[in-house]
């Protein structure tokens, strides 16, 4: 069972930085897709960045140019570099792992607060 614990939220001010990391209790080489989904309250959750483990990476509009998602297979970690964060960032973030192992699985983390004050 793939086990994943995020790390590195806060409380920034606007146009802030933070970087989140999320470490597997596998390795990820073998994971097909990991990604940054958030939830802000009262909202469904959403994905924010994706990335492959072939690299290619997916962002939705609203950060593309402010965020980076990066993979270290030899540190089994998934980041999420954010700069120029803005309130509307706010939510607890979570990292998924997706893979195939007979068929398609899935596994979350527990999530991390990412406050951003304006």
């Known amino acids: 069972q793939v086990q994943l614990v995020e790390s590195g939220g806060g409380l920034v001010q606007a146009g802030g930085s933070l970087r989140l990391s999320c470490v597997a209790s596998v390795s990820i080489s073998s994971i097909n897709t990991m990604g940054w989904h958030r939830q802000a309250p009262g909202k469904e959750r959403e994905l924010v960045a994706s990335?492959?483990?072939?690299?290619?990476?997916n962002y939705t509009d609203s950060v593309k140019g402010r965020f980076t998602i990066s993979r270290d297979n030899a540190k089994n970690t998934l980041y999420l570099q954010m700069n120029s964060l803005e309130p509307e960032d706010t939510a607890v973030y979570y990292c998924k792992a997706d893979w195939v192992w007979f068929y398609k699985r899935y596994a979350w983390g527990q999530g991390t607060q990412v406050t951003v004050s304006s």
């Open positions: 990335i492959t483990n072939s690299g290619s990476t």
